[in-house]
């Protein structure tokens, strides 16, 4: 059974162009979480999501950051119009309907330049 | 209301000795309190957690105490080894919500030398 997987695993970006962070889910998991980790501190909560439904994204900043986990496919974590500040990374974690236990993938490492 | 604060921000412990990570929470709303283990380019990793019915557990050469009236709980790391050596968080969330929305301290950078 394959963990989270990321991708891509390191991302450059220039400032202005758009960022998409793609993760899959582990077999059987249907809840997806996204985290910003930035340097030197702690991971931070931005949205949770089921298959087709935003749960909670009281962590997404309001503007230029989306995500959604369609009925296929993996879900996606959209920054358009980056910025510098955007530059951490990023981590999806997933867990299967009730489960208290959220399995990270290995992050992807967003650079703005 | 949200924090979680962990202390100290790096260790340095020999091996075969101790290491102790502190943390302490606001909201008394959380009620599961888990430790992730992460080392450099991986993701977090879950090592132990614990619920507030208990007020310790144990599992190998780590272990969790908790302190409810002080909204406090720490990680031991018995018989430190150098492979323990990484970066350590607490967490905390709520079992009612969904376990899996976690606020993290901001971590301890274990090194275990020789």
């Known amino acids: 059974n394959a963990g989270v997987m990321q991708n891509p695993r390191h991302l450059v970006r220039r400032r202005g162009q758009e960022a998409r962070l793609r993760c899959s889910p582990m077999?059987?998991?249907?809840?997806v979480y996204w985290y910003r980790q930035l340097p030197e501190e702690g991971l931070k909560f931005m949205v949770y999501l089921q298959k087709e439904n935003i749960i909670d994204e009281s962590g997404m900043p309001k503007e230029r950051f989306s995500a959604e986990f369609p009925k296929e496919g993996p879900s996606i974590l959209r920054i358009q119009q980056v910025v510098r500040g955007d530059s951490a990374a990023y981590f999806c974690a997933s867990s299967p309907k009730g489960g208290t236990e959220a399995f990270f993938g290995q992050g992807t490492r967003l650079t703005v330049v | 209301q949200q924090q979680v604060k962990q202390s100290p921000q790096s260790l340095i412990v020999q091996k075969g000795g101790i290491s102790i990570i502190n943390c302490a929470y606001e909201?008394?709303?959380?009620?599961?309190f888990p430790w992730y283990q992460q080392f450099p380019g991986k993701g977090p990793a879950l090592l132990i957690a614990i619920r507030p019915d208990v007020s310790e557990k144990k599992e190998g050469r780590f272990t969790i105490s908790f302190n409810k009236s002080a909204k406090q709980f720490s990680l031991h790391i018995m018989d430190s080894q150098p492979g323990d050596s990484a970066t350590y968080f607490c967490a905390a969330s709520m079992l009612a919500g969904t376990a899996s929305k976690l606020t993290f301290g901001t971590g301890t950078r274990l090194q275990v030398t020789l």
């Open positions: 077999k059987g998991h249907s809840h």
């Open positions: 909201n008394t709303a959380f009620d599961y």
